[in-house]
């Protein structure tokens, strides 16, 4: 059993226990940013882009909120980073995120030149690292030379966040649906 140990230094993180329970940290704090987005309607992800153990930016996909396609939790936390340090390079920094990012973030990332990313739940339908076919093979070739990528960290908690709301979401639509027709679809 691994224990998580880390020691609060202001904003600085000292591990103190194995890598894994670092990873754990991070992620737990990107799954607090998916909570924000799913308050405000948007879909629950949520990324973090740390450096050295210490938090140099955090988002949440905010898709709705600005009605804007680009504004995906890794783009939103990949600026604030570059603001934070001054420079679009953020070589030596770490993302984590709570799903698997799409082909636009892969692109982001890796023209940040990020060092590591660690994903949540695997997004079969859309995850460009690993997950679709057509980009298998992506994150290997001679585009990337810097990111390594590592998926299924807190997989379950991840994915069930994302599962939740779109059942929620289901389930409200369903009631919409049950109002307006007076549930006369469902007596057919
Ligand atoms: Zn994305």
């Known amino acids: ?28 704090q990107a799954l607090v940013e998916a909570d924000l987005a799913e308050k405000n309607g ?28 680009t504004a995906h939790a890794e783009i939103i936390a990949i600026r604030k980073a570059a603001q934070a ?8 920094c770490e993302l984590y995120v709570t799903l698997e990012p799409c082909i636009m973030c892969f692109g982001a990332i890796i023209q940040a030149r990020i ?3 660690y ?8 995850g460009a690292c690993g997950s679709l076919k057509e980009l298998a ?17 807190l997989k379950e908690r991840c994915s069930n966040k994302l599962k939740h709301f779109f059942q929620k979401k289901r389930n409200s639509a369903k009631l919409k649906n049950n109002i307006v027709t007076g549930g006369k679809e469902n007596e057919q």
């Not at 140099?56 to 909120?65: D, G, I, T, Y």
């Not at 340090?85 to 030596?92: H, K, R």
């Open 85 to 92: 340090i001054g420079s679009w390079l953020l070589e030596d």
């Open 115 to 117: 060092a590591q990313v």
């Open 42 to 69: 948007d879909v629950p992800v949520g990324a973090l882009i740390v450096k050295n153990g210490k938090t140099l930016a955090r988002a949440h996909n905010m898709r709705e909120v600005l009605g804007d396609v």
């Open 1 to 28: 059993m691994h224990l998580l140990l880390l020691s609060n230094f202001g904003d600085i993180f000292v591990i103190t226990e194995s890598k894994s329970s670092f990873d754990i940290y991070f992620m737990e």
């Open 137 to 153: 093979g992506l994150s290997n070739s001679s585009i990337n030379h810097h990111t390594k990528f590592q998926g299924g960290i």
């Open 119 to 126: 994903f949540g739940a695997f997004d079969p339908k859309t």
